[in-house]
């Protein structure tokens, strides 16, 4: 279950976890480099592992992180939205 | 998940989202400042710096089933999310024996397929059906 964390004044980060880590690498460059990349962006795809990640959290009243493997063996919807109190 | 902080996050549940949820949003609330996860997901709009309207169906074994992305000014139908939830819950429950046709919802039949049902689906599933 999400960890409660310490609040400081440094915004907390997230990121991808795992293999996916590779990515934040800088590329080599050529033709190498760019064809890696295109098979790591083509992860997210229906029928294949959903990508990991941790991200902090506000959930019921605490500030938590979230690592989306720790809700696998549920069903999960992972939304993504623009913006808090933009209007839709 | 947004590209707002977690403190603005409690902000926006206090101040806003529990007059319309009462206690408040139930589920967590993420913080993707950088849109790292988002650009995983392929739904960072790197332009204007925010996520797109993305939605993933994640099964029990961490395989994505659906998604949906919608450009920002038109919102999701949380009801056909929850129906094609419901859908991949019984297609796995069956172990893959049933699947569910166009227009399908719980209490409409599914489909058994398989050789009997080669060129006969039309006796199983009218047009009809995808609408009502």
């Given at each position: 279950m999400p960890e409660e964390m310490k609040v400081g004044c440094a915004r907390p980060m997230g990121g991808p976890v795992g293999e996916q880590q590779a990515e934040e690498q800088p590329e080599t460059g050529g033709e190498t480099g760019q064809e890696t990349r295109r098979e790591e962006r083509?992860?997210?795809?229906?029928?294949r592992k959903a990508p990991d990640f941790v991200a902090p959290a506000y959930h019921k009243g605490k500030f938590v992180t979230v690592k989306l493997?720790?809700?696998?063996?549920k069903w999960i919807v992972l939304c993504f939205y623009p913006g808090d109190f933009t209007f839709v | 998940m947004s590209v707002d902080s977690v403190f603005v996050h409690k902000m926006w549940n206090d101040v806003e989202l529990s007059k319309m949820v009462s206690g408040g949003i139930p589920f967590a609330m993420l913080s993707d400042a950088a849109g790292r996860v988002g650009s995983l997901y392929d739904v960072y709009d790197i332009d204007a710096g925010v996520e797109t309207r993305g939605r993933f169906i994640i099964d029990p074994d961490g395989i994505i089933q659906g998604y949906e992305v919608l450009t920002p000014p038109v919102g999701r139908n949380v009801m056909e999310s929850l129906r094609q939830i419901q859908a991949f819950q019984l297609v796995r429950q069956s172990k893959g024996t049933e699947a569910t046709p166009s227009g399908?919802?719980?209490g409409k039949p599914t489909l058994k397929p398989g050789p009997d049902l080669v060129g006969r689906v039309w006796e199983h599933w009218k047009t009809s059906m995808a609408f009502d």
């Open positions: 083509a992860m997210v795809k229906v029928g493997s720790e809700y696998f063996g | 399908w919802k719980p």
